[in-house]
């Protein structure tokens, strides 16, 4: 019997096999530890419209911000991203079924062989008095609300993320533009600190590496405490997206973290499951760096995310947004966002950089 695939499922089998990178070696060596996070920044209501910017949570998402924390974030920001509501999405249309059930089975298949790769990379012992370093470069939008897309220069920073397992209000530490800043999260000055602890708005490598690492186990608690975040912010139901939530939130675990192989691998395959997710053959990260992306359409904003990836060694390089139609902010394609992971590491002190050889 001949079980070779013929005709539409011969074209797709080849389609697939363009797309993506060869098989990772099986002694693969063990890369940098990935996944960068971004700080939050969330614009609401702005003169009583109704104009939403869907949360991009960049390193955390406390309910209150000590004054010059906020401050302090809203200037190391990759990306603030806003369209109006004039902006509709377009209808789905039956005529491209075939293709989109093409490119879910490709990125299914290229996230498997990026689990994978995750998983042999080598773990590390992270204790809570130690901090996550990571140093990142990225360029993102400082356009007014609303109004056409205008890009910073890209520019470098260095983040220092407590592991304590909390509650706590020092969380950590960030340097950009010459100047060191504290992300300091808690309650309004004249009142006792509330701390903030480990868990999905802030990922220690403990927490992580406590989740579940079946995959569907995996994005169902994802998604809960999405829903549980998003309830105690009172966010409109008009606002969610549990897919295009879900998807975000992997995004941000992989940002500024470092990430136990078992729960890296896990989330690539948590992310496999997630509804519209595709291949991007050719991305570019914030250092030009080409790589091959997984990429998500948010069709309520007019936005498109790719998580980029080395194209050989399957390591997460950076993360690149752009319109995925005409928008208030520019047309299809304009760029406005894109980071880069340098370097990441564990370090003993805030401030303390790792040497070469880490």
Known sequence: MNDRPSGPERAEHEEMA?????????DLPPGRHLHHKDTLMRLIDQDGD???ERTRSRLLRPAVLLPAAGLALGGVLLTTLAVTGQDSAPAPSAAGTGSRTTAAHGAAVLLDRIALAAGRSGGRTVTGDQFV???TLGTGNEGEFGGPVKLTEPGEREVWMSQKAGPVVDVGLIHEDDAYVPIVVGVPDGETPVGYPAGLNRPTYAWLASLPTDPDVLLRRLTTEITRDQDSRDTPAEDRDEAQDAFDAIGE????TVMPPKTAAALYRAASRIPGVTVDPDAVDAAGRHGIGVARDDVRAGWRTAWIFDSATLEYLGERTCLSRDTSMGRKGTLIGASAVLERAVVDALRERPSTTT
């Open 18 to 26: 363009r797309l993506l990178p060869a098989p990772a070696e099986r």
């Open 50 to 52: 109704r104009a939403t």
């Open 133 to 135: 370093y990571v140093r």
């Open 253 to 256: 675990l992989l940002r500024e």
